[in-house]
């Protein structure tokens, strides 16, 4: 795992370049490097976190012996033996024994696009050909690895993360209203767009072509739309398999995934929350290991947010050297301020707080971790997808008007109602972190709008930012699940989210916080082979009929390694009671941000919308979602822009 950096064009400055690369320095501090070509104006640089090959034979920017190629690459090639051995027997030789190499000589001896397509890992990577004077960017398939990158005319610069590139000269710090838009709908600013028009992202499967005579050409060697065509074609063969059938081949696929993301000449180890995906995971690596195996959990002094016990439980059914820390509420609110518009980007997700004091305790032991990101979106885990079927049936049963009649009785019943009664009388199977009754409220919305808008509905936090920002509607980067016509509504929303949600928002949050702490993070369940395998499966081995439950093949697997009565339990994901605090602990720290006079100087324009719904809060209503996103870009936008305020250009977009 590492930084990548490079600037081609007439105005590099080899000096500059370097200390834009020293930016990087947390995703790589074991080593760095660089590579100059004067006469094409070409410039790459690497930070280097030694996971394979500690030795010099492992270093970038590293090229080929003819000298036409030269590689920055962070990442890993899981399947690099395997293309080691293939490239060893077509004739190639080796200096040293790293992934690096490998991916380098196969590109030499095959090409970019084939090679790609062989690849199995989480990478972003830039190669370039000295004698085509091309530059070849490339990200994974899943989006693990982020690439940005801005063009200028004739020249191009790319890297890891978004902030060494806005030192380049031709950086403009104009904003992308399509992107700040974009942010206060789904949290997170969604690739090929960033917050700032001059730079953008290479998105998930894709690969960038860039040269000074033709420019950037975009190319998918991958994406999630065909591997949902194809694997919904082949489902005829596994529609009348045994579950257990089925949790075999699951198993298989699944134990090679891992088997390949164990592979590390550092100290690893595993994320471990006592749920169905992490469990999973741990148990696979338990079978595939004879040694220790380390897993890392932290919990919350808070019971209503604590899973330690959980994972405590699995850890020493599997015979795990398990690391627990248990976090006060203290120490979660006092890092807010800290994470609050820390990334380059807003984002405002607040489970990247966990996220970062997991692995920044993590990293205390291990250099490497696995994680069990991907199972929700792949295997159905989340209720959306056992309400869509349900809510598809009911809306076909009823009359538009009957539809609509029912979703508003169900808004009539108090909230108290939904939390107090029936949470009682279910047993408080059906709430989920954030209450029976606002789960009951986005039903009744559901089903009282087209399939597509409910689904919009679900992954927006605001509906209409424009409102917010005073500019009209922008275009909409999200996913649309009119791209995934000929599969139930659950299925086209496992799709969007595989394809917007995992990217945009988990993967974003998992890297940014893992790097920040030199960690490196690998998840298995999102190797493109067992994605593309999961669409083969129709939804009942995901969800069995009549059970508010998803994960059902996992679940059956699970179950062979690690018994039942430790996983059941209801979700409550890895959230932070944001709520309750912004009316105690963070309420000064709110209020710095969002009284009239810091709004003033605010892309933000909406004053009075914002000063009531913060009113409104403070006496008890909940719109902390919708505050976080403005605490985290004003956060961001004081660290970030005001700084340097002459320079920040607001979209010139007037309100229609």
């Known amino acids: 795992m590492c930084g990548v950096l490079g600037w081609i064009g007439a105005r590099l400055n080899v000096q500059h370049a370097n200390q834009m690369l020293d930016q990087l320095t947390h995703r790589g501090p074991d080593d760095r490097g660089d590579w100059f070509y004067p006469d094409h104006n070409v410039w790459l640089g690497h930070r280097r976190l030694s996971i394979l090959d500690l030795s010099s034979a492992g270093r970038q920017p590293m090229s080929s012996e003819n000298g036409r190629w030269t590689l920055t690459f962070n990442g890993e090639i899981y399947n690099f033996q395997q293309l080691r051995r293939q490239l060893i027997e077509a004739g190639c030789q080796f ?51 982020p690439l940005y990158y801005s063009v200028d005319s004739d020249e191009i610069a790319f890297s ?49 072509e860039w040269s000074q005579t033709s420019g950037v050409k975009e190319s998918a060697y991958w994406s999630i739309k065909e591997t949902v065509r194809n694997g919904v074609l082949a489902r005829k063969e596994k529609g009348g398999l045994d579950i257990k059938a089925v949790a075999d081949e699951m198993e298989s696929i699944l134990s090679e995934s891992i088997s390949l993301r164990m592979i590390s000449d550092v100290p690893l180890g595993v994320f471990l929350s006592g749920g169905v995906d992490s469990s ?51 120490d979660a609110i006092d890092l807010v301020p800290e994470i609050a518009g820390a990334q380059d980007e807003p984002f405002a997700d607040n489970s990247i707080i966990p996220t970062y004091l997991l692995s920044k305790f993590t ?33 076909k049963a009823l009359t538009p008007v009957g539809a609509r009649a029912i979703g508003g009785l169900l808004k009539l019943a108090p909230a108290t109602f939904w ?51 005073g500019m009209r509607e922008l275009y909409d980067w999200g996913p649309s699940i009119d791209h995934y016509q000929g599969i139930p509504w659950s299925e086209q929303m496992m ?97 710095s941000l969002l009284m009239k006079t810091a709004l003033e100087r605010s892309c933000l324009v909406n004053f009075e919308l914002v000063a009531n719904m913060w009113r409104r809060h403070l006496r008890g209503e909940n719109f902390s979602s919708q505050l976080w996103t403005i605490l985290v870009f004003r956060s961001w936008e004081e660290r970030v822009l005001l700084s340097r305020r002459k320079e920040v250009v607001v979209p010139p977009v007037a309100l229609a």
């Open 160 to 208: 890891s993360e978004l902030g060494p590139l806005k030192r380049l000269p031709w950086f403009d710090a104009e904003l992308n209203g399509d992107a700040m838009q974009a942010y206060f709908r789904y949290l997170t600013v969604p690739a090929p767009i960033s917050i700032f028009k001059s730079i953008r992202k290479v998105k998930p499967g894709v690969l960038i």
């Open 280 to 330: 999973l995971v741990a148990a696979m690596m338990r079978k595939l290991s004879n040694g220790s195996i380390s897993s890392f959990s932290i919990g919350f002094e808070e019971p209503s947010h604590d899973e330690s016990a959980y994972a405590r439980g699995v850890a020493r059914s599997l015979k795990l050297d398990h690391h627990e820390a248990i976090l006060t509420e203290r």
């Open 363 to 395: 990293r205390e032991k291990v250099t490497v971790a696995l994680s069990g990101d991907g199972g929700d979106e792949l295997f159905a885990g989340y209720p959306r997808y056992f309400w869509g079927d349900r809510i598809s049936a009911l809306r």
């Open 419 to 469: 939390d107090s009664f029936v949470h009682r009388l279910t047993r408080g199977r059906y709430t989920g972190s954030e209450g029976l009754a606002y789960r009951v409220d986005r039903f009744a919305d559901y089903l009282s709008t087209s399939e597509s808008d409910a689904y919009r509905k679900i992954i927006s936090v605001w509906d209409s930012p424009g409102s917010l920002l």
């Open 495 to 591: 799709a969007c989210d595989q394809e917007h949600y995992l990217p945009n928002d988990i993967l974003m949050k998992v890297d940014w916080a893992s790097m920040r702490c030199s960690l490196e993070a690998r998840e298995p369940l999102l190797d493109h082979r067992l994605v593309e395998w999961a669409w083969t499966l129709p939804f009942q081995y995901k969800k069995a009929d009549g059970v508010d439950q998803g994960k059902r093949v996992m679940r059956e697997l699970l179950y062979r390694y690690v018994p039942s009565n430790l996983i059941e339990r209801p979700k409550k994901g890895f959230g932070l009671p944001m709520d309750r605090w912004l009316r105690g602990a963070l309420r000064d720290w709110a209020e």
């Open 95 to 145: 200096k040293g024994s790293s992934d690096t190499e490998v991916l380098l000589r196969s590109i030499e001896r095959r090409g970019v696009v084939d090679t790609l397509r062989r690849l199995v890992g989480m990478f972003a990577f830039a190669v370039y050909d000295a004698h085509d004077r091309k530059l070849y960017l490339a990200r994974d398939r899943m989006g693990v690895k």
